[in-house]
């Protein structure tokens, strides 16, 4: 019984490590680029630290690892994710030709992939197309929907900005689709780049409040309150960032993945008011309370950057947390009033003409602030 365990067991990895793309974890930081992120405020003791601490122990209102563990796994698993196919807007190139210099255009992709089009530039914020948020086929959180626009599909794409390093949020398949982009990064995440074939003259990576002008359009590395790993041995070794984008014409504000800390007042002082705002809403629990925002926090940031026209993001695509998946679109719209878009997958907006909350999400139990309240620590 004992060796046909063990058989079983060796089965599994050898499969596991058969499907997994090791070339996906990506290359760690040498020579110069080590130079400069020890050199980093953010960095000491051998890895980067969030402004405020992130808390380590349990949080108090998480209620322990058992509680997390039924909300991951027994609590109304049903609701977590679409029963029936999601409405998406299926697209292709030539809906985003030509491109116009006048032109300011939002088009949500799912998840945190949004294609922006301002100042004459095509902008993609952290291009996710892959079916697994994972370096491996088989394993890790799989897309509730297929890409509203086909990778083969996707115009030429002129700048990609990366929040940070996680795989729903740095898919080495869709930075290769990509790859004659400029990419816009945080400290670290250049070599990932880099060891994926990325020419060093197309990467700019970026310190928290450094910018560099591209095109005529400014990028700034704004902060954010995460963490970032692709490996067990890589935690918090790269940079993560929020990213202000300062054009002629427009300026978006993208969270990439944060907790609530003060300085987005002073990210709105610096660079805002910001037409169009893209702020994670989703995959939320009181356990990570520090690192995700949550509905009524991510309507908080929008306020404090000083955004015009909110559009939430982070949801709706992977099943990466206990509540509802339509929760994050049902308690923003309780939170933000009339400053909010919730597109379809693969719907275009007009930031400076926002068409009205058309709710195309089915209606499921999910739970308000009252009984599931998301508050980061360390605020007061």
């Known amino acids: 019984m004992l060796i046909a365990i063990a058989s079983l ?43 405020l601490r992130t808390r380590d122990d349990v949080p108090s209102n998480a209620g322990g690892f058992l509680p997390l563990l039924d909300r991951m796994l027994l609590s109304t698993p049903e609701v977590r994710r679409p029963t029936d196919a999601i409405p998406i807007v299926e697209r292709v190139r030539a ?28 902008v993609l914020t952290d291009p996710m197309w892959s079916e697994r948020a994972s370096p491996n086929r088989l394993i890790g959180p799989r897309r509730f929907h297929p890409p509203p626009l086909p990778l083969a599909e996707v115009p030429a794409i002129d700048a990609v900005v990366i ?38 003259a197309q990467v700019h990576e970026l310190d928290w409040w450094e910018s560099t002008r591209f095109r005529g359009v400014e990028f700034v590395a704004t902060p954010a309150r995460h963490t970032s790993n692709r490996s067990l041995s890589d935690e918090a070794k790269t940079l993560w960032a929020s990213w202000s984008i300062v054009g ?7 969270s990439g993945d944060t907790g ?35 509905p009524e926090q ?47 997958p693969g719907e275009t907006i007009e930031p400076n003409a926002p068409p009205p909350v058309d709710p195309w999400w089915p209606t499921i139990p999910w739970s308000p602030v009252e009984e599931t309240p998301i508050v980061s620590g360390g605020l007061r």
């Open 9 to 51: 067991v060796g089965g599994v990895l050898l499969l596991l490590v058969a499907t997994t793309s090791f070339r996906a974890l990506g290359s760690s930081p040498t020579g110069e680029r080590v130079v400069r992120i020890q050199a980093s405020p953010q960095y000491a003791e051998g890895r980067f630290h969030n402004m």
């Open 95 to 122: 809906d985003f030709e030509p491109l116009r210099a006048t032109d300011f255009r939002a088009t949500w992709l799912g998840h945190s992939t949004v294609l922006l089009e301002l100042d004459g530039l095509r």
């Open 163 to 200: 929040s940070h390093s996680h795989y729903d949020h740095l898919d080495m398949n869709s930075v290769l689709a990509v790859r004659l982009a400029h990419f816009f990064v945080p400290l670290g995440v250049g070599a990932i780049l880099e060891g994926w074939g990325i020419p060093a």
């Open 248 to 254: 002629a014409t427009a300026r978006v504000f993208f």
């Open 260 to 294: 609530m800390a003060p300085f987005f007042a002073d990210i709105g002082a610096r660079y805002g008011p910001f037409d169009l705002t893209l702020i994670e809403s989703g995959c939320y629990d009181r356990w990570w309370a520090d690192l995700h925002l949550g």
């Open 298 to 344: 991510a309507v908080a940031v929008h306020r404090a950057v000083r955004g015009r026209v909110m559009l939430p993001i982070h949801w709706a695509t992977f099943n990466q947390a206990p509540h509802a998946w339509t929760e994050p679109a049902e308690r923003v719209r309780v939170e933000a009033a009339r400053t909010l878009v919730l597109p379809r």
